[in-house]
């Protein structure tokens, strides 16, 4: 059974920090391409940053230089550090991992709710 589980969400300050952590198991973890998506109300869930099963990473243009994603093929993890926390970064945070062609292979998690707010 493949589980991704999402943690580190929560209330933080304009200019603020947060390290979002996502665990996975059931699956190859260091074949997956990982992801972190965001979805705020109202919107459509996009792509905040990515990276390869060979580390290679990529990042929406809104948090270039804010945010940075790694990952920890020993354990299983995938992180997001995030720095100056806009009140446009509040949203539900989704870890999700990807694999084969077309993405065949294509898992989420529960998603984490990520609070920007004075």
């Known amino acids: 059974q493949v589980q991704l589980v999402e943690s580190g969400g929560g209330l933080v300050q304009p200019g603020g920090s947060l390290r979002l952590s996502c665990a996975a198991s059931g699956i190859s973890f260091s074949i997956y391409a990982m992801g972190w998506y965001r979805q705020a109300p109202g919107k459509q869930r996009e792509l905040v940053a990515g990276i390869t099963s060979g580390a290679s990473t990529n990042y929406a243009d809104s948090v270039k230089g804010r945010f940075t994603i790694s990952r920890d093929n020993a354990k299983k993890m995938v992180y997001l550090q995030m720095n100056e926390l806009k009140p446009e970064d509040a949203a539900v945070y989704y870890c999700?991992?990807?694999?084969?062609?077309?993405?065949?292979?294509?898992?989420w998690g529960q998603g984490t709710q990520v609070t920007v707010s004075s």
């Open positions: 999700n991992a990807k694999y084969g062609a077309y993405d065949r292979y294509d898992y």
